[in-house]
């Protein structure tokens, strides 16, 4: 369990990669929101009753980049942190997100890793 359970908005379009992280994230305490799209994930972020602590989204996937969702999720909730998840070579800082703080991911990775740098993000809002 974290110090401090947290909302996690999950943009990725690998069904059976939400399924896993979702079950990790919510033993380890989270609340979990799923999105296959960077639509959908944005849908769900525009929702004034739905708190969003992190977002977690793969860089590439239909319908945008993790870089665009991230811009445009920041743009309306600046707090969020967000952690990207990669199945190719990222050099970390990822430039381009305003409010800085962005980690990567590289896939695969282990589920503790996960956790760790879910943990991290809830701490840098705190």
């Known amino acids: 369990m974290t110090s ?3 909302v996690v908005l999950v943009a990725d379009d690998d069904r059976s ?3 896993l992280i979702s079950a990790a994230l919510q033993r380890q305490g989270h609340s979990v929101l799923l999105a296959a799209s960077a639509d959908e994930a944005i849908r769900i972020s525009t929702s004034p009753e739905t708190s969003i602590d992190v977002l ?3 860089l590439s996937m239909p319908g945008g980049s993790g870089i665009s969702l991230a811009t445009e999720i920041r743009a ?3 707090d969020i942190a ?3 998840m990669s199945g190719w070579q990222v050099e970390e800082p990822v430039a381009g997100i305003p ?3 962005v980690e990567v991911l590289q896939k695969p990775f282990e589920l503790s890793l996960l956790a760790a740098a879910v943990e991290r993000a809830v701490a840098r809002r705190v």
């Open 82 to 84: 967000v952690v990207l």
């Open 4 to 6: 401090r359970a947290a």
């Open 99 to 101: 409010g800085g703080d």
């Open 56 to 58: 977690l989204t793969d």
């Open 17 to 19: 990669l939400r399924s």
């Open 76 to 78: 309306q909730r600046p």
